[in-house]
């Protein structure tokens, strides 16, 4: 299994530029998550997903949408790049139902520059 | 108030020392605890979850005091590919199993 992918690793934008942040999971997991991480800051969540066409808004949606197609994908779309965007962005997946644990399987980061 | 709060360090230990991080919540209604750690540049990955009673891992030891809403991590022994920033995070008890994550504590080992 290759786990949690995320595509670009690096990207820098010009303000007001569009782009996708991709996101794939291939452990059929149902819940699907996006976070930011900005320096000295804790991981805040932008977007969340508990299964294909099913999404809602985490505590930092804002300039960002999501769509969730299939189990495996899960696309995060800004629309006019700010400068306030620029951070690490973190993607993460993990089964409906797990007994005892709460863990989140993450992704390796997109790190978003926009100038 | 932050939701989690922790001790931003750095803490710096030499290989072999004892080290202890703490973490403290706000939501009474957290459902459960853990700490993540997290390499430099690369994503956060699970070290331990947090029981009440207390649980060891090999040299490492959480703890859970409910009572007054904090979180400890002891180290023993430690190494130097223990160098890292580790967070603590909480659920809350809503149904998509949201994680709050406090800004991590950052740990230098040095020989």
């Known amino acids: 299994n290759a786990g949690v992918t995320q595509t670009p690793k690096f990207r820098i934008l010009k303000i007001g530029q569009s782009m996708t942040l991709q996101c794939a999971q291939d452990?059929?997991?149902?819940?699907m998550y996006w976070y930011r991480q900005d320096p000295g800051m804790g991981l805040k969540l932008i977007y969340y997903?508990?299964?294909?066409?099913?999404?809602d808004k985490g505590e930092v949606p804002n300039g960002y949408n999501v769509s969730r197609s299939t189990t495996e994908d899960f696309p995060l779309r800004l629309e006019l790049a700010a400068p306030s965007q620029t951070s690490v962005y973190f993607c993460?997946?993990?089964?409906?139902?797990?007994?005892?644990?709460?863990?989140?399987?993450f992704g390796p980061g997109t790190r978003l520059t926009v100038l | 108030r932050k939701e989690v709060e922790q001790d931003p360090g750095p803490f710096n230990v030499p290989e072999g020392a004892t080290v202890a991080f703490n973490c403290t919540y706000s939501?009474?209604?957290?459902?459960?605890f853990f700490w993540y750690r997290q390499d430099c540049r690369k994503e956060p990955k699970l070290l331990m979850s947090?029981?009440?009673s207390g649980n060891e891992d090999g040299r490492f030891t959480a703890q859970l005091n409910r009572a007054s809403q904090y979180i400890s991590l002891l180290i023993r022994d430690s190494k130097l590919s223990d160098s890292a920033t580790y967070l603590c995070?909480?659920?809350?008890?809503?149904?998509?199993?949201?994680?709050?994550f406090g800004t991590g504590t950052r740990l230098l080992v040095s020989p």
């Open positions: 993460a997946s993990r089964p409906e139902r797990v007994a005892t644990s709460a863990e989140q399987f």
């Open positions: 995070v909480v659920k809350l008890n809503t149904g998509f199993q949201k994680l709050v």
């Open positions: 939501n009474s209604a957290s459902q459960s």
């Open positions: 452990m059929n997991h149902n819940y």
């Open positions: 947090v029981y009440s």
């Open positions: 997903s508990v299964g294909a066409g099913i999404t």
